[in-house]
Nanobody, 123 residues
Framework: QVQLVESGGGSVQAGASLRLSCAVSGLTFTAYAMGWFRQAPGKEREFVAGINWTGGSTYYAESVKGRFTVSRDSSKKTVDLQMDSLKPEDTAVYYC????????????????WGQGTQVTVSS
């Protein structure tokens, strides 16, 4: 049974930081690229950050570049998203996802998804 479980979301003021974590089980963690996506009410799901299977390459949406950092830990089978300088525009449900065939900005390429964790940023 493949499970991706996000945690770390919450409600914060603009300028604050949050660290999201995704715990992965039921798959060969090192065979998958991992991505973070977010979806606000009434909006399409959008790419936030990605990391390849080795952790050697990372990719970010322009809107979060310089503020968010994605990392993975093979021993703990987790992928984290450090979010700094949060803005109200970052408010969304954040999802982690696993892609067997490589990192992608396209949500349709991902094989497994977590349940999401809510991030709310107030001004």
């Amino acid at each position: 049974q493949v499970q991706l479980v996000e945690s770390g979301g919450g409600s914060v003021q603009a300028g604050a930081s949050l660290r999201l974590s995704c715990a992965v089980s039921g798959l060969t963690f090192t065979a998958y690229a991992m991505g973070w996506f977010r979806q606000a009410p009434g909006k399409e799901r959008e790419f936030v950050a990605g990391i390849n299977w080795t952790g050697g390459s990372t990719y970010y949406a322009e809107s979060v570049k310089g503020r968010f950092t994605v990392s993975r830990d093979s021993s703990k089978k987790t992928v984290d998203l450090q979010m700094d300088s949060l803005k109200p525009e970052d408010t969304a449900v954040y999802y982690c996802a696993a892609d067997l065939f490589g990192a992608s900005r396209d949500a349709n390429q991902y094989d497994y998804w977590g349940q999401g964790t809510q991030v709310t940023v107030s001004s």
